[in-house]
């Protein structure tokens, strides 16, 4: 069946250096991925996506990276700073269709 | 009003009693969804609606229901709340055709004892 999930349920990086979130999908078909951002107490916030025909897509700090061969999908956050602490969530999408289906998500931590 | 706006932000209510779940877009999108996130999981979709008159279940849809009467408004109704319903819901919107950018609204978490 359709599935999205993710490798490290929290990762904790210094301010300053990169992070990179990982997430594993098996639905083959779908024609975008998706990254939200999800603060405390908020909704989540669309962050970057990625077509299926395209391998890497670069936003403002942000590089979405897909591995087709292994199902894979990552999301780097260069310079990370405080205000990227939050719940990441990859989704999946069929472009002609009305879902969304989310992971479970991943915590980022940012040390001062 | 700047994007979706919820209420209540929070509610505690018996189980039994009936309660609707507001939601008001601005954006004039033509879809809207309901999710709902428990604890430490990722968001549901309860029922969907892709414009005014229309609506669909999602995955998650027993025991609540929707109405779409216009493009702005899109409540979700706990008919008779049991206690699995306690979670944070989700509103969201988007543009017809473009499902994976959401606008979600800031939530209402909801708890049934």
């Known amino acids: 069946g359709e599935s999205v999930g993710l490798h490290l349920p929290t990762l904790s990086v210094q301010e300053g250096d990169n992070s990179i979130i990982n997430c594993a999908y098996s639905n083959s078909a779908s024609d975008y991925f998706i990254w939200y951002k999800q603060e405390s107490g908020k909704g989540p916030q669309f962050i970057i996506d990625?077509?299926?025909?395209?391998d890497k897509r670069q936003g403002q700090r942000v590089t979405v990276l897909l591995n087709k061969t292994v199902k894979h999908l990552s999301l780097q956050i260069a310079a990370t700073q405080p205000g990227d602490s939050a719940v990441y969530f990859c989704a999946e999408n069929m472009g002609s269709s009305y879902k969304l289906i989310f992971g479970s998500g991943t915590r980022l931590l940012v040390r001062p | 009003i700047a994007g979706i706006t919820q209420a209540p932000t929070s509610q505690i209510l018996a189980a039994g009693r009936r309660m609707t779940l507001r939601c008001t877009q601005d954006m004039r999108h033509n879809a809207m969804y309901w999710y709902r996130q428990d604890l430490g999981l990722g968001l549901r979709l309860i029922h969907y609606s892709n414009t005014a008159g229309t609506t669909g279940k999602g995955e998650v849809p027993d025991g609540y229901s929707v109405s779409r009467a216009n493009t702005d408004d899109f409540p979700l109704t706990l008919a008779s709340a049991v206690p699995s319903q306690t979670s944070v819901y989700f509103c969201a919107s988007s543009a017809l055709g473009l499902a994976r950018e959401q606008f979600f609204g800031p939530g209402t978490r909801l708890t049934v004892l």
């Open positions: 990625i077509r299926s025909n395209m």
